[in-house]
């Protein structure tokens, strides 16, 4: 029985899909470290809604409806940071897909795999964007009681 061999066309859009391949990984990893976060967000604003349920009208009571505030804030930007995320990655599919398609088609389709390039760029930038503001969000709502702020480690 005789080898079968790949055409040489097969094996040149392999290699031109392996860069976008990586691509679609690295954006996996990140889309797990946001749904980590939004799984995070969700845990703590369901504890607060409980406190907030069964503590009194006051002090404590209003500075847990700031951070629940704060908590829907990051939940909305990190919601559409996973959005942009799995669309970026979706759209990386489609270079791979018209990659394969131009070549076994014999079909110049750089244009469009140009433009769907761009377009998930595009996605991922905003997506980091998003990501970083509830990242800031978070940084800026966190509190360390004055009782151990101001204490020093012995």
Do not use: Y
Not at 21 to 47: H, K, P, Q
Not at 76 to 97: D, F, G, Q, Y
Request: aromatic residues 4%; positive net charge; charged residues 20%.
């Amino acid at each position: 029985m005789m080898p079968t061999t790949i055409p040489n066309d097969i094996v040149d859009i392999i290699q031109l899909a392996v860069a976008p391949v990586f691509l679609i990984a690295g954006i996996g990893a990140l889309l797990n470290v946001m749904t980590a976060r939004l799984a995070r967000v969700i845990d703590r604003s369901r504890v607060l809604e409980n406190l907030i349920r069964t503590a009194p009208e006051g002090e404590v009571r209003d500075e847990h409806m700031v951070e629940l505030h704060a908590l829907d804030r990051r939940m909305k930007h990190v919601n559409w940071a996973i959005a942009l995320s799995t669309l970026a990655a979706l759209l990386v599919c489609l270079v791979i897909a018209t990659l394969f398609a131009s070549k076994l088609l014999s079909v110049d389709l750089s244009q469009l795999i140009a433009g769907l390039f761009i377009a998930t760029m595009l996605a991922l930038i905003l997506s980091l964007v998003l990501f970083f503001m509830e990242i800031s969000i978070a940084a800026q709502t966190l509190r360390i009681s004055r009782e151990f702020r101001h204490r020093r480690r012995r």
